[in-house]
């Protein structure tokens, strides 16, 4: 799945809110993002369905390129990716608040 999306807030913060959700995915799912300055390689299983990818963030920019299973586009993986890159960069919601989610 290739995902491209935009922000407007700095560089530091976006990577602190895709830092909180790499820590909710790794405490929900097992699905682990590590960073190396603003790459970050997705790896891991959800309900036996392989992810393996990137994701590059540049000012004002995200793209990611995560290699997924056929069932997991069919059961709506991309969209639910998609959702949850749009509600971490919202800047309507505190890091507090995105902390707090962490299972």
Sequence with gaps: MKIDRSFTMPMDEAMERLGALSDYWLAKYGVSVTWDGQTGRVMGKVRGVKFDG???VEPGRLTADIQAGFLAER???KKYV??????YLNPAHTM???RARVP
Excluded: A, T, V
């Design 54 to 56: 990137q994701i590059r």
């Design 75 to 77: 059961l709506g993986g």
């Design 82 to 87: 998609e959702g949850k890159l749009d509600d």
């Design 96 to 98: 507090e608040e995105l």
